[in-house]
């Protein structure tokens, strides 16, 4: 079936740099897609969720940014901490069935 | 804010035992689902229920079970534990069927 992928599994960056974390999708009808924080030995956390008749939503310190022409969604946080450090995934919605998860991308920052 | 517990956060068994793992959300949700999350394989839909004393199979239900006698609770039930049950099991809830879902905290659990 289709699924939700994730364009790099690792990707690390500095403290106080910006971080995007992308996440592409295959079923263009989908309509609403969110991104999850999980940290190590923890559930994931809700982050921030956007419906496909938009195509930016900004949150505290992140913005959630959909490409419906290209089937690409993405995560950037600004000033990025060590406390942001966790694997973050994306899931869609796609009508009429259960979200479908990503498998996630690591984020390391560094001090 | 929605709150999902879990019973256990981590848990050892013997290969052969009936395990019981519990999850339990005090936001009146509707739906509540059983995933299961491996390395390399991302979350996977064991069971869920979008009602109390109904149930659905996900993409990996063999050799699990669940009950939801409760609106609140939503249980999965491991029957014969065995080794390639070792993961990490995560409950969520969701207001609709489609709609954000909120996790718990999760369970490690260890089949020996």
């Known amino acids: 079936g289709e699924s939700v992928g994730l364009h790099l599994p690792t990707l690390s960056v500095q403290e106080g740099d910006n971080s995007i974390i992308n996440c592409a999708y295959s079923?263009?009808?989908?309509?609403?897609f969110i991104w999850y924080k999980q940290e190590s030995g923890k559930g994931p956390q809700f982050i921030i969720d956007i419906r496909s008749n938009m195509d930016k939503r900004q949150g505290q310190r992140v913005t959630v940014l959909l490409n419906k022409t290209v089937k690409h969604l993405s995560l950037q946080i600004a000033a990025t901490q060590p406390g942001d450090s966790a694997v973050y995934f994306c899931a869609e919605r796609q009508a009429g069935t259960a979200l479908i998860f990503g498998k996630g991308t690591t984020l390391s920052v560094s001090s | 804010d929605v709150k999902v517990t879990q019973s256990s956060r981590y848990l050892v068994k013997r290969t052969g035992e009936k395990v019981f793992l519990e999850c339990v959300q005090d936001?009146?949700?509707?739906?509540m689902f059983w995933y299961r999350q491996d390395p390399g394989l991302g979350l996977r839909l064991i069971y869920f229920?979008?009602?109390?004393?109904?149930?659905e199979k996900g993409d990996i239900p063999e050799g699990y079970s669940v009950s939801r006698e409760k609106k609140e609770r939503f249980s999965l039930i491991l029957e014969s534990a065995s080794t390639n049950q070792t993961s990490m099991y995560l409950c969520?809830?969701?207001?609709?069927?489609?709609?954000?879902?909120?996790f718990g905290p999760g369970t490690r659990l260890t089949v020996l």
């Open positions: 936001m009146d949700h509707e739906n």
């Open positions: 079923n263009s009808a989908s309509d609403y």
């Open positions: 229920s979008y009602d109390v004393k109904m149930k």
């Open positions: 969520a809830s969701s207001l609709g069927g489609e709609d954000t879902q909120y």
